[in-house]
Nanobody, 119 residues
Framework: QVQLVESGGGLVQAGGSLRLSCKVSGGTFSMYILSWYRQTPGKEREFVAGIGGSNDFAAYEDSVKGRFTVSRDITKQTVDLEMKGLKPEDTAVYYC????????????WGKGTLVIVSS
């Protein structure tokens, strides 16, 4: 089984930064496609960023391009999301997800970590 545990959420002022981390256990971490999603009450869960199994590609939702950076750390077995220039509309629960075979939908999800950006 694959387990994902997010951390790093919290309260930050607009324009500030946070670094989220997702600890992945089980299976072969280096082979997974890893993604971040976010969700707010009454809204659909949306894709935020993803990174390929070999760090060979990264994809971002348009609203976070240039502000967020996704990366993986093979040694620490984590996928991280560096968030800069945070805006109130970034407020959401952020979830880590793993795609084991490169096919949609995602195969495993973490429980989420809350990010609140105050204006």
């Amino acid at each position: 089984q694959v387990q994902l545990v997010e951390s790093g959420g919290g309260l930050v002022q607009a324009g500030g930064s946070l670094r989220l981390s997702c600890k992945v256990s089980g299976g072969t971490f280096s082979m997974y496609i890893l993604s971040w999603y976010r969700q707010t009450p009454g809204k659909e869960r949306e894709f935020v960023a993803g990174i390929g199994g070999s760090n060979d590609f990264a994809a971002y939702e348009d609203s976070v391009k240039g502000r967020f950076t996704v990366s993986r750390d093979i040694t620490k077995q984590t996928v991280d999301l560096e968030m800069k220039g945070l805006k109130p509309e970034d407020t959401a629960v952020y979830y880590c997800a793993v795609d084991l075979d490169g096919q949609s939908p995602e195969d495993y999800w973490g429980k989420g970590t809350l990010v609140i950006v105050s204006s």
